[in-house]
């Protein structure tokens, strides 16, 4: 089935973000890893496997629409050089994973693609109730107990 052009076209631009989100949370993962943030760790770990399910889901949708989804365009992973610039980091890459979510969902309306829309419903529920929702309470804790009994949690 043939999509929508306006739609493939900012489906495009949701995958480079996501493309990169999945590589920022890789990377993080890892350095909390060498750190010694264990919990951090698996938690960023685990937001890499469900950015991998969101870039699945946009891929295998453009196919279906006969898009060919290129690779190659990747926004560029922003790697943050302490644990609070990393976590500000990738809210700041999940709000605006929103914003293009929502607009796509819009645009979908418009052209009436429903079945994309819902889709893309389910990452978005993804990015706005866990991923934004879990960072912006790290932030929060970070200020509420200080940074010192925050790395002592996270260990
Ligand atoms: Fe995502
Ligand atoms: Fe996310």
């Known amino acids: 089935m043939k999509g929508n052009n306006e739609v493939l076209a900012k489906m495009q631009n949701l995958l480079n973000y996501e493309l ?6 890789l990377a993080h993962s890892r350095i909390f ?7 951090l760790h698996e938690r960023l770990n685990h937001e890499m496997e469900e ?3 969101h870039v699945d889901a946009i ?5 279906f629409l006969e898009a060919e989804p290129d690779f190659t365009q990747q926004a560029k992973p922003e790697v943050g050089g302490n644990v609070t610039e990393m976590l500000e980091n990738d809210l700041k890459g999940e709000v ?3 914003e293009l979510l929502k607009d796509i969902m819009k645009t979908c309306e418009e ?9 893309l419903q389910v990452l978005l529920h993804d990015t ?10 790290q932030l929060d804790l970070i200020k509420k107990i200080g ?3 925050y790395l002592q949690s996270q260990m």
Request: proline share 0%; hydrophobic share 45%; net charge negative.
């Open 20 to 25: 990169a989100a999945r590589d920022q949370y």
């Open 33 to 39: 890893l060498d750190w010694g943030l264990t919990k």
């Open 51 to 53: 950015e991998i399910q």
């Open 59 to 63: 891929v295998n949708r453009m196919l």
């Open 96 to 98: 605006m994973v929103a």
């Open 111 to 119: 052209v009436q693609d429903f079945d994309t829309r819902d889709i």
């Open 128 to 137: 706005e109730m866990d991923h934004i929702y879990w960072l912006e309470q």
């Open 147 to 149: 940074m010192q009994n």
